[in-house]
């Protein structure tokens, strides 16, 4: 049986904290428990899910559609796009079976690039890699969550750029369903028609998107902020996400929280040195949270090497990052400071 390989490259980068990274874990769930409906998919579909966000690896590696388990996905700070395409271009040379004179080899895997964010390493390198030995031997199609993405520059990858805009979970399912009909589609097309990747109609909220230059934006038109503290009890790492402010009842205010979410230590491994040197002020941001760790009655008190910590009032305190001792003196601060924010 000639194999299916499809390849879900994943961003999870730390602007996917929260709902967004927790939406695409049980999307996966969702397309493995489709596939497993359909006897030819069942058959013919190899899964395999590299992440990246500062870093790119691979998180599952090739594997039937019977013995795939979903993998837990990770978080961290940055983009890294080419290091994610360079990953996969490493993964199908290694894993999909070449057809030769005496043996018929796999079919032309399928590849699924989720992005929602700009890359924050160079990308030339693996663009040109791709376009010279891989856009002929396997198809691309890259969805970008939201409206974020350089689609300028995934368009040199593939003529398969999409936009989801949707907003809630139900929309979501529907998104996933139909990468999920686009997989088991492809896998029944192979057969007739070695040709192109065959995609389901699109549902509401995923539109196909044109590639029109776009003007790089600066870091105030960026649609989220994160920003990385640890728990003063725990020592364990949390994020907290700001969504930009979408009506414009806050004066100065631009970003509103989201929340604060633990995570765990494994988020530097899979962040990029240099990613989280973008400042901030606190005039910008509207709503501070508790720990998500401890409890703690704010996760936004700054010791004096600049990270954050979480804090129940005014007193002693040693900070987690640092080792050194501190005292707060004014509850929540009371003026306006600059925090260290990390680049999803
Ligand atoms: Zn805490
Ligand atoms: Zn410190």
Redesign the pocket.
Known sequence: MRRLPVYFVLDVSESMVGSPLRQLESGMEQIVRSLRTDPHALETVYLSVIAFAGKADLIAPLIDVVSFYPPRLPLGSGTALGHALDCLMDCIDRDVIKTTNEKRGDWKPVVFLLTDGKPTDDTASAISRWQNSFSEKAQLVAITLGDQSDTSLLGKLTEHVLQFDGSDNKQFKEFIDWVSNSVTATSHAVEANTGSVSLAKKPAGLTLVKNVPQHSSSVIDESVVVLTGRCQKSERPYLIKYNRSKDNHFANRQFELEGAFGVEENYFVWSAEGTTDQQIGTENLEGFPPCPHCGNHTAFAM???G?LLCTNGPGLFQ?P??R?NGEFSVEGGSSDFDVTRGRG
Do not use: H, N, R, T
Request: net charge positive.
């Open positions: 010791c004096g090497c990270k900070c990052w640092c050194k």
